[in-house]
């Protein structure tokens, strides 16, 4: 069989697009977000190549138009679950021994899909069952999931280059082996990118993967596979299911072959799936690996030297793009006082010109919240700061829940910068706001880094470099991604790996080769080529 020392496309970033008016890219996307509405899919689970049904269906809806039927999904029970186990490692072994090259080729394909055909498909699939705007679709489940298919690949070949150096006569070498048995990825419904991701970094690695998405992502998550079977993941490889977390954790947990989990979720789930771990840890094979990016309370700390437009500007896209519902998103904002009045006013006037509503008006900033229950929790959280003497609400506070999830994007103002909405992550479009004495600056610092047990984003908007470089030394363990003069949201594959510490996960940053090495398992093997033949050495001879 011939062979090659193969070179993968170098990656690069898939540019975006505007969704201008009277844009190509616009009129097909507007024309896709009308066929879908059009209809009802029937959405099943994917075990091992096969459509299975359970006829136990749930009500897929657009949060912004939560009376409007998208289809249904077929949600899984426990036998589900065993059924795609069983299908991953009847399929792992055929999967792990084929080239590394027929496996970048199909995922390269899969990146190739999405730019082109399947483009608007996915990015009106997220529109529709995730509230996203076009460009926030855009941005996630077009460039975002291309980029983390394109680049990993790269990062791939470079992990199978990683070889020892050999002495004389030997010769080391390194095999890169999946992991022994399946792998778990719990995906989140905020992101398609990294619903798409998950597992298929799993599987480019070698690896079989039993795959649940969020409930309130099953929509486009249905698009994805839909890609992935197209580029020629064989069947097995990749299953999709829709169970209930707690049946998922008991039949999964408990599996002797269970290998990894790759998650990204809340922080209080992800612990409780780490302790569900470790009491099970005699039950299985090999030590699980656990990699997990989980929540975040990221803040935007300003110096008195900042700008106060662009810190404004910081502020509104970094707090409320996609409702504030990434785990990047702006939370708490620390400004010294000799910059808040004007700032305020440059916010105060972005918000009066956003537009909220669906999606499908490409005119509208703010679209809904992901379901009622996160739309109840924020809208407790503001009636509560509505009643507390402590706190000031200066921009929204309103709400609406009879079309869609609809939440105003929401600035309050805290006396007390431990007041609850500095400290508890929200998700949603709710900014707090801290006004600090401008020549407390270093005191500040001290306080951003305690307030939060968190340690995901976070930026310093500063023009005075002393400034700038005293933040980012003090700030240095509370923040994973850290951003200079910018919002704190944005990460881009191959520039700005993205994960956090502390309370916020593993930090096995996704977008990077870190990430991939956590889905394989080295094998040195040493191959001696003039073996001894006597066991004596030099140092036993008598002088």
Sequence with gaps: MPKGIYKVPVAINEPIKNYA????????????????????????????????????????????????VLGHFHKSDKSHIELAIKAALAAKEKWANLSWEHRASIFLKAAELIAGPF??????????????????????????????LRFNVQYMTEIYA??????????????????????????????????????????????????????????????????FQKAGVPAGVINLIYPSGPDAAEVIFNHRDFAGIHFTGSTEVFQNIWQTIGNNIHKYRSYPRIVGETGGKDFIMAHKSAEPKSLAVAISRGAFEYQGQKCSAASRVYIP??????????VLADLKDMKMGPTEDFTNFINAVIDEKSFDKLAKFIDNAKKDSNVEIVAGGNYDKSKGYFIEPTIIVAKDPKYVTMCEELFGPVLTVFVYDENKFEETLELVDSTSPYALTGSILAQDRYAIELATKKLSNAAGNFYINDKCTGAVVGQQPFGGARGSGTNDKAGAKINLLRWVSP????????????????FLQAD
Excluded at 124 to 139: C, D, F, N, P, R
Excluded at 191 to 208: D, E, K, R, W
Excluded at 337 to 346: A, I
Aim: proline share 8%; net charge negative.
């Design 21 to 68: 008016p009277g844009s190509p890219e616009r009129r097909e996307l507007q024309a896709m977000l009308a066929e879908l509405r059009s209809k009802e899919l029937n959405i099943p689970m994917y075990i091992g190549g096969e459509e299975v049904e359970s006829n136990v269906l749930v009500r897929l809806h657009p949060p912004h138009d939560h009376q409007h």
């Design 337 to 346: 006082s000799n910059l808040w009045k004007e700032v305020k006013e440059y």
């Design 523 to 538: 094998r040195t093997i040493k191959e001696t080529f003039s073996p001894p033949t006597d066991y004596k050495y030099p």
């Design 162 to 227: 990683e070889q020892p150096i050999s002495s004389p006569g030997v010769w080391n070498r390194l095999e890169w082996r999946p992991l022994e048995g399946f792998i778990y990825a719990l995906t989140p419904f905020n992101f398609t990118a990294i619903a798409g991701n998950l597992p298929s970094s799993c599987a480019m690695m070698g690896n079989v993967v039993v795959w649940k998405p969020s409930n309130t992502q099953v929509y486009s998550a249905n698009v994805l596979m839909e890609v």
């Design 119 to 148: 483009r608007a498909k996915l990015n009106a699939a997220t529109m529709l069952g995730q509230s996203k705007s076009a460009y926030q679709a855009e941005i996630d489940s077009a460039c975002e999931i291309i980029d983390f």
